[in-house]
């Protein structure tokens, strides 16, 4: 039986854990012997996965910069140690994102097959983004990249293929179980990281620009982190900031509309899986005009591509959807019928042929 390795350094609730958690099923699924190593003392997407052996190293994620880079290297440090001793040659090393090169290191030093998983290429400061590519681009036997984007954007090496992420089964059947084609809620969703270049400011001034709907923003971060980001910054009635939630499901069954507004001159979105999740509710978004968010968007037909910081061509689109039935009626079935090509049965496939074919 052959086992697979893999690596991720912070177990929470974002995209790219999500992803991990979904491939750490299907492996266990069809008989492998699979291990997994994160960072300890944190809930998420990864914990407590069946069949699935879990193994710790220490990390702390701080909000000052010099400490959070400190950390992270000791944690490199610390994970490559532990993984030398316990890899084998036989091991396949599966890297979720380019972060923990740690893992690689190891990996290399004892000649296992090494694959990384890369959902987003936009890390700063420039010096530690070709630090940690090079490692990649060196320690790499295959890469896997999340859009179609990314994978003509990189060419680190010869062994590059495309893996689309896609809906879980359960959360495709609570979707369909309570999709409506003819509902137009009043709710602008957006669930994002609570960053200023995922477009918090611009959903802030669409609150203020359209009193007559509601605004709703998932962010993953606590209670004491939105507080502490949000402060001094006037909040428009109509507006409501939510937390972290396990449960999205209640978000996307009253919104009428979900929208991305990364700044596409700093974040550059690779795929977008809250937009194909609030796609599977038939609901209509507004997203920024590059990235691989574009291969689930279609501008003029389930949606429309606009530049975040065009706040009067956003306000006029979202009136145009939400006020307009044909129109909703149109986008929401459109966007219903594109979120079924990114099926479970495809994931699978590819997952598993992704580390059997070495």
């Known amino acids: 039986m052959r086992r697979i ?121 420039k010096i530690f983004k070709n630090f940690l590519f090079g490692i990649a681009k060196i320690t790499a036997f295959k890469i896997v990249f999340v859009s179609k984007f990314l994978l003509d954007q990189n060419t680190l090496i010869k062994n590059q293929v495309l893996l689309y992420n896609v809906l879980e089964s359960d959360f495709t059947k609570k979707a369909d179980q309570f999709r409506n084609p003819d509902k137009r809620g009043k709710t602008v969703l957006m669930i994002c990281s609570l960053k200023n270049y995922k477009g918090v400011d611009e959903f802030f001034l669409l609150a203020k620009r359209n009193p007559h709907y509601r605004f709703k923003m998932v962010v993953n971060a606590f209670e004491n982190e939105i507080k502490d980001f949000f402060k001094g910054k006037q909040q428009s009635d109509n507006l409501e900031i939510y937390p972290t939630q396990t449960d999205t499901h209640p978000f996307y069954r009253e919104a009428g509309i979900i929208l991305n507004l990364s700044h596409p001159n700093r974040w550059i979105e690779t795929f977008g899986l809250t937009i194909l999740e609030g796609m599977r509710y038939g609901l209509p978004s507004i997203v920024p005009p590059v990235g691989g968010i574009t291969e689930l968007v279609e501008n003029h037909k389930n949606g429309f591509l606009i530049n975040s910081k065009n706040t009067e061509e956003l306000s006029e689109k979202l009136n145009f959807i939400m006020e307009n039935p044909s129109v909703y009626r149109a986008f929401s079935k459109a966007s219903y019928l594109k979120s079924q090509k990114f099926s479970e049965e495809y994931f699978e496939k590819e997952a598993v042929k992704i580390v059997s074919n070495l």
């Open 5 to 125: 390795v893999a690596i991720h350094l912070l177990n929470d609730y974002s995209g790219s854990p999500k992803v991990l958690m979904q491939l750490l099923k299907v492996w266990t699924k069809n008989n492998f012997d699979t291990h997994l190593f994160t960072s300890g003392g944190r809930k998420g997407f990864l914990s407590d996965i069946n069949h699935v052996r879990n193994h710790s190293f220490w990390y702390r994620f701080s909000p000052v910069s010099i400490v959070r880079i400190f950390n992270f290297f000791i944690s490199q440090f610390l994970l490559m140690v532990k993984l030398v001793f316990f890899l084998k040659k036989s091991d396949v090393i599966y890297i979720n994102t380019v972060l923990p090169f740690g893992a690689a290191i190891a990996g290399k030093i004892k000649g296992c097959k090494i694959i990384y998983h890369i959902h987003e290429t936009s890390v700063k400061p």
